[in-house]
Structures are given as structure tokens and as C-alpha cells.
């Protein structure tokens, strides 16, 4: 039972590079969000999904998109990255949008932006 | 706007000994859950205990427990017997109801050193 899986663990850009964070989850989870960890900053919602065809902004949205084509798959994309997007980046998952539901974590990516 | 503050962002405490690991939160809903989650150098987010806020039971999962404070909105983390693995940042977190939330937010952390 894998879990959340996150690829890749570390990522090094150059300033306007685009690349995608891969997200997969096997557990069937209709829920699943992305949050981004700065030092004395917490975690911040960047994007999150309800379910498959059905996005929605979080916290701090600019400048990554995101989709969901199936249940297992959300991943997100950096279109022109920059050194603000320097961070650690984590995808969670859980049965429902409730807080009933514990999200999973996967176990992060870190990416610096030169 | 519904937040969650951790006012402490470092914390050392003596190995056995017993650490309280503070979180205010602000909202006016009536129906919400509470979390600690821990995260040790290893980077992965474990959760360390939950609270629903209609219950008025303190939570407990062995050496940690919570003191919830509803009418204060006031949810803290008491660490009993430390040991030298509860070293980690651990994160205070709520998810509120309601209007455009119904996701988990984050206190801003606080790193928690346990010294030999």
C-alpha cells in the first residue's frame, strides 16, 4: 500500500523552466490538495480537488495549475517558474472533503528556483 | 477570515520531562476539527491527534493529550515524558465549515527541541 506518492523529491530550476510535481494516490480518495511549506510560514493551500473534472484555487494560487483527469493523479505545473516558488512542496489526500477524513500526506518535494 | 496562530515559534524542553506546545484559532463557526501534526526531520507530516469541537473530552493518544478550550478558542499540545523523537516542528491545524473553506489551515509551526 503505497500511499501518497510524490516525484521528485528534490528539483533544481532555472528561473522561466516549466516542469510538473507528480501526485498519485492508490487509496481511492476523492479529495486531494497541494500546499506549499515556507520556512516560519506553515503550510499554505495552493490548489485542491473534490474529485475527478473538478479543481479549485486555495490560499496562494498564482503561478502553478493544476488538473484532474482521474481519481489517483494530481499533478501540478509550473509554467514559468521563479525563484519565489523556491519551497517545499507537499500533496495530500483523503476519503472526503470533511474534516471527519484525515488527509495522508505524501512525503514532499523540494525544489529550489535559481 | 478563519485563522490559526502558534505564537511559539521554538520550544526546548529536558528529556522526561512534560512541554505544552500552545495554538489560538479564530472563527465563528460552531462545528470544526482540530489537529497537532508532527514533522521530524524526515520531512513526512504525521498526525498526532484530533479533536471535534462538539465534544467536550479532551483528546488523548498516549503521552499526548490536548487541552481544548472552546470558549477561548484555545487548543494546546501537552507532551508527557519527552523523549528524544518528539524532536520535530508540529503544526497546529483546523478545518472549518462553511463559506469558501472546508480545507485544513496551518498555524505557522513551532520547532520543538527535546535535549538529552
Known amino acids: 500500500n503505497a500511499g501518497v506518492t510524490q516525484t521528485p523529491k528534490f528539483q533544481v530550476l532555472k528561473t522561466g523552466q516549466s516542469m510538473t510535481l507528480q501526485c498519485a494516490q492508490d487509496?481511492?480518495?476523492?479529495?486531494m490538495s497541494w500546499y506549499r511549506q515556507d520556512p516560519g510560514m506553515g503550510l499554505r493551500l495552493i490548489h485542491y480537488s473534490v474529485g475527478a473534472g473538478i479543481t479549485d484555487q486555495g490560499e496562494v494560487p498564482n503561478g502553478y495549475n493544476v488538473s484532474r483527469s482521474t481519481t489517483e493523479d494530481f499533478p501540478l505545473r509550473l509554467l514559468s517558474a521563479a525563484p519565489s516558488q523556491t519551497s517545499v512542496y507537499f500533496c495530500a489526500s483523503s476519503y472526503s472533503r470533511d474534516g471527519d477524513s484525515p488527509l495522508h500526506f505524501g512525503n514532499g518535494t523540494r525544489l529550489t528556483v535559481t | 477570515a478563519q485563522t490559526v496562530t502558534q505564537s511559539q515559534p521554538e520550544m526546548s524542553v529536558q528529556e522526561a520531562e512534560t512541554v505544552t506546545l500552545s495554538c489560538t484559532y479564530d472563527t465563528s463557526e460552531n462545528n470544526y476539527y482540530l489537529f497537532w501534526y508532527k514533522q521530524p526531520p524526515s520531512r513526512q507530516m504525521i498526525l498526532v491527534i484530533r479533536q471535534e469541537a462538539y465534544k467536550q473530552q479532551n483528546a488523548t493518544e498516549n503521552r499526548f493529550s490536548v487541552n481544548f478550550q472552546k470558549a477561548a478558542k484555545s487548543f494546546s499540545l501537552k507532551i508527557s515524558d519527552s523523549q528524544l523523537g518528539d524532536t520535530a516542528m508540529y503544526f497546529c491545524a483546523s478545518f472549518f465549515y462553511g463559506g469558501s473553506q472546508g480545507n485544513l489551515i496551518f498555524g505557522k509551526g513551532t520547532k520543538l527541541s527535546v535535549k538529552p
Open positions: 487509496m481511492n480518495h476523492e479529495y
